[in-house]
């Protein structure tokens, strides 16, 4: 099992920019990395994923522009970062990751090995 730890989360004005991490340990991450948030209230909601050896990205429509998801193999390590960031964007945001392939890479259901998550607050 790999154990998966989001950071750099934090309270932010609208318009800034967040660089989120999510590094893996115990296990390197399975095909796909996922990003997920969390708003209260609200269902958990696909961001993007990455694949670990290809690189290759996908992305929800409602991010896309906004979001880029990138990696460092060397360190174990998936980035989110988040630019132009608007109240809406408040949440938990998650890293998880799975087996899957194509678009069956934005089903949560395909993920497991949760993170604890990273809060993000954008201030208006």
């Known amino acids: 099992q790999v154990q998966l730890v989001e950071s750099g989360g934090g309270l932010v004005q609208a318009g800034d920019s967040l660089r989120l991490s999510c590094a893996a340990s115990?296990?390197?991450?399975?095909?796909?990395v996922g990003w997920f948030r969390q708003a209260p209230g609200k269902e958990r909601e696909f961001i993007g994923t990455?694949?670990?050896?290809?690189?290759?990205?996908y992305y929800a429509d409602s991010v896309k522009g906004r979001f880029t998801i990138s990696r460092d193999n060397t360190k174990n390590t998936v980035y989110l970062q988040v630019n132009s960031l608007k109240p809406a964007d408040t949440a938990k945001y998650y890293c998880?990751?799975?087996?899957?392939?194509?678009?069956?890479?934005?089903?949560?259901?395909?993920?497991?090995?949760w993170g604890q998550g990273t809060q993000v607050t954008v201030s208006s």
């Open positions: 998880s990751t799975a087996y899957c392939a194509g678009y069956g890479c934005f089903d949560i259901h395909r993920y497991d090995d």
């Open positions: 115990g296990r390197t991450f399975k095909r796909y």
């Open positions: 990455i694949g670990w050896d290809t690189g290759n990205t």
